[in-house]
């Protein structure tokens, strides 16, 4: 990142590519710290040879999604249009010439050209997510894409709540963030079997915790006055007060629709303990992946420093079958 650093507070309409290019730590940068430090500090502005990050197609599938859901078919269409539907006569070279033609003429008016089925996938997604009495509020009353940032013994971390809603429940106020995923389910397996595999494989409780010590820092910024607009809609000082509640708790709330197939959805909620009531177990397990990995970072940094690569080697040990997978020796 170049100039300065973004103020650390609460921050509505910040374009994504300026969250990007702050050096603060997000969830992903948690994840790496914790799994393989010496991948984190592959990816980072600390190795000269870093890889030029490349948007994927399921980003840009992501971001239209979010963009549909959260802000709305009107602002949807201001950034993404449907391409030109493609006749499975034409042969392959024809089929991306007719494509590369259409995402030229989209660029021309400043639009993201989607492909048609790509276009009418995402469609579908958002229309299970609303169709859901359960869901279609989970959007709804708060602001999205809404940035943070704060430290934790003495390092910058940063986070981007996809959707930011404080509500009143009986006896407390509720603050939570509604994050929206899309899983795909190759094998046709039940769905929130799925959900729970990919919460575990992808570390989406460090995700969830991380966010959520974010989130507990937002008082004291609304309480400060470090919160700023950028773009887009502006909060009011009414629902900015919410935050100074003395009796405030925190949540997460993952909202999964299936890729593959019918856009099955499914959602489940995390809560951490507060004033003695036990909490999630899975939060507590995520919030020691985020611990594990900023003490790797502070420790990496004070070891190794920014300059050479946070490469650690380890003698040959013997390998033992009790630390091979569960199924080993099974089949």
């Known amino acids: 990142m170049t100039g300065a650093l973004i103020p650390l507070g609460l921050h509505f309409g910040l374009p994504f590519e300026q969250y990007l290019g702050d050096p603060g730590l997000g969830s992903g940068d ?6 393989n430090p010496s991948t984190y500090w592959w990816k980072s502005e600390m190795n000269p040879k870093r890889p030029k990050r490349k948007e994927k197609p399921h980003h840009v599938m992501g971001h239209a999604l979010h963009k549909l859901v959260l802000e709305g078919k009107d602002e949807f269409d201001e950034v993404f249009l449907r391409g030109p539907t493609v006749d499975d006569a034409l042969s392959s070279g024809m089929k991306g010439v007719a494509t590369k033609a259409a995402k030229a003429e989209a660029k021309k008016i400043n639009r993201v050209m989607l492909k048609a089925d790509e276009y009418d996938g995402i469609a ?23 940035s943070v940032f704060w430290e934790r013994e003495g390092v910058r971390l940063k986070g981007r709540f996809d959707y930011l809603k404080i509500m009143e429940r009986s006896g407390y106020m509720l603050a939570a963030n509604g994050d929206l995923k899309t899983v795909e389910n190759i094998y046709d397996d039940n769905f929130k079997r799925i959900c729970r595999q990919a919460i575990e494989r992808y570390h989406y409780d460090a995700q969830a915790s991380h966010y959520i010590d974010g989130l507990a820092h937002v008082p004291r910024m609304v309480d400060a006055g ?40 499914c959602s489940f909620s995390m809560t951490p303990g507060m004033d003695g009531a036990p909490g999630s177990a899975i939060f507590e397990t995520g919030a020691a992946k985020v611990n594990r990995g900023l003490q790797n970072y502070i420790n990496c940094m004070d070891k190794f420093g920014s300059d050479k690569p946070w490469e650690e080697f380890e003698p040959p040990e013997e390998l033992m079958a009790e630390e091979m997978g569960y199924n080993y020796g099974r089949r």
């Open 124 to 146: 579908e997604w958002a229309g299970a997510i609303l169709r859901n009495p359960f869901l279609a509020e989970a959007f709804r009353g708060g602001f999205g894409e809404v």
């Open 30 to 35: 948690i994840k790496d710290l914790f799994t």
């Open 226 to 265: 470090t919160f700023y607009a950028h773009e887009g809609p502006v909060p009011s000082e009414e629902w900015l007060d919410q935050f100074l509640a003395d009796n405030i708790r925190y949540a997460w709330q993952w909202i999964f629709v299936q890729k593959n197939g019918f856009p099955t959805t």
